[in-house]
């Protein structure tokens, strides 16, 4: 009686063990899945205050805080010395390119839209997708804290409103999902 428990038990594990292989070659390698790490990333408060910051609807900052302010007056409080960058266009994130208030699917397909994806071969996507994600100032600001040359986290925030884990945590996760076909689930 006991062996044939074992067996049922050792052949159960491996029926669950090879279920799972079929979801996740069904599905793609879960790591490379926007939906297991980069959407909840794409989600802090690093990158939704700026994307946010237009978007009424979010009660984005230039309706409460910054309510009726000229964009030409942004480089007086956020000058260089401040954002790093020169110019304060250069360090707003585009209205609409996505917002805190999209699903998985929104947010990845928007981003995807806004690089022109679909005019694109898969490769040239890949460079510019992980260009941008790698080295864009206002991307390394949501992650690292701040620009290169500022040194201050924006609004005075602290490390837990920013994506977890790093830069080098970062490009593992961008990496799989490009390398995964950019797949939006």
């Known amino acids: 009686m006991k062996l044939s428990t074992g067996v049922s038990i050792v052949f159960g594990v491996i029926m669950i063990v090879l279920m799972v292989s079929a979801v996740r070659n069904r599905n793609g390698n879960i790591d490379s899945r926007f939906s297991t790490y980069l959407y909840p990333k794409f989600q802090t408060k690093g990158c ?13 900052l230039s309706f409460t805080t910054h ?41 990845c397909e928007t981003i995807k839209a806004q690089m022109h994806a679909s005019f694109k071969h898969k490769d040239k996507l890949a460079r510019e997708m992980t260009a941008h994600l790698f080295e864009s100032p206002r991307v390394l600001w949501g992650i690292a804290g701040a620009t290169p040359k500022s040194g201050t986290l924006p609004e005075g925030k602290s490390e837990h409103d920013l994506i977890q884990g790093g830069l080098k945590q970062w490009k593992k996760e961008v990496n799989a999902w490009v390398q995964g076909g950019m797949t939006c689930d």
């Open 48 to 60: 939704t205050n700026c994307h946010d910051f237009f978007e009424q609807r979010l009660n984005g």
């Open 67 to 107: 309510r009726e302010r000229k964009a030409e007056k942004c480089v007086e409080c956020h000058d260089h010395g401040v954002t790093g960058f020169a110019h304060a266009d250069e360090w707003f994130a585009r209205p609409g390119l996505y917002t805190s208030d999209m699903n998985v699917q929104q947010t």
